[in-house]
């Protein structure tokens, strides 16, 4: 089972990125998709997650109105799509499966078994 995760980079401010994360090895359809994120010596916090088989959404209150998170299941892959980035987004993006998820748990970092890599994100102010 792998999750690969890229589209990181080095913006500005205000600018958008799109993360893309492709899940192999396993039907991910019953699964809870999610993207964390995770700054030196902070806890691994979730930005968005997507239930793949309604395509139900749950965002941070953070991001909300500026990130959407998606997915492609021709392409098993789910994207962040992150708008009017802020210096305060940068860290490490991590994507994640989950079979545990519930209604209430999904910024539970601790119930999604698989993890891809993570792809850095650098917003300059």
């Known amino acids: 089972v792998q999750l690969q995760a890229s589209g990181g980079g080095l913006v500005q401010a205000g600018d958008s990125l799109r993360l893309s994360c492709t899940a192999s090895g396993r039907t991910f359809s019953t699964y809870v998709m999610g993207w964390f994120r995770q700054n030196s010596g902070k806890e691994r916090e979730l930005v968005a997650a997507?239930?793949?088989?309604?395509?139900?959404?749950y965002s941070a209150d953070s991001v909300k109105g500026r990130f959407i998170i998606s997915r492609d299941n021709a392409k098993n892959t789910v994207y962040l799509q992150m708008n009017s980035l802020k210096a305060e987004d940068t860290a490490v993006y991590y994507c994640?499966?989950?079979?545990?998820?519930?209604?209430?748990?999904?910024?539970?970092?601790?119930?999604?078994?698989?993890w891809g890599q993570g792809t850095q994100v650098t917003v300059s102010s």
């Open positions: 997507i239930r793949w088989s309604s395509g139900f959404t």
């Open positions: 994640a499966a989950s079979s545990a998820v519930t209604s209430g748990s999904y910024s539970n970092p601790g119930l999604y078994r698989y």
